[in-house]
């Protein structure tokens, strides 16, 4: 079995989260069966890539990092739902509020806990501890496979 998980920037224009979304189904349909994602079910990239998990055939592990984090999702907050209603297993962390440091701690599990990391990433320093960029260079630090996905030419606002 492997087990992929994703970290991913949470604001994308619709053009780069539709070039996201083509590549990480093509990524996941040449992965062998059976297979697990693990994703925090953020909005943007976590979504994303939950929905084409489970599109083919995999099990979903959600991460939750804190007790109110569903009070973060806005507009997404919807898909959240239904996308941990579809989850095989789901993990809570014990921490109370949706912090910079529960963050941390919920991509440290992610990357903890799968085999390959897909990173949604521009390349660019995370804007906060616990952002996209502190995830890559946590799963760089112990070695763990990181496959990145970006469109060429886009750059984030």
Not at 14 to 25: C, D, E, F, G
Not at 61 to 85: F, I, K, R, W
Request: hydrophobic fraction near 45%; charge should be negative; glycine fraction near 8%.
């Amino acid at each position: 079995m492997t087990t992929i998980g994703i970290t991913g920037h949470r604001q994308l224009t619709r053009a780069t989260a539709h070039s996201v979304r083509l590549k990480i189904r093509s990524l996941l349909a040449a992965q062998s069966n059976p297979l697990t994602a693990i994703s925090c079910l953020a909005a943007g990239a976590d979504q994303i890539f939950a929905e084409e998990a489970l599109r083919c055939g995999a099990s979903l592990t959600a991460v939750v990092p804190a007790n109110d984090y569903e009070n973060t999702m806005g507009d997404a907050v919807d898909n959240y739902e239904t996308l941990q209603a579809r989850a095989t297993c789901i993990v809570q962390l014990e921490y109370e509020h949706a912090t910079k440091q529960a963050y941390m701690a919920a991509g440290r599990w992610v990357v903890d806990h799968c085999d390959v990391l897909v990173a949604v990433w521009d390349g660019q320093p995370a804007a906060g501890s616990g952002g996209t960029g502190d995830i890559v260079a946590y799963a760089d630090s112990i070695d763990r496979q990181i496959i990145l996905v970006w469109p060429q030419n886009v750059v984030r606002n």
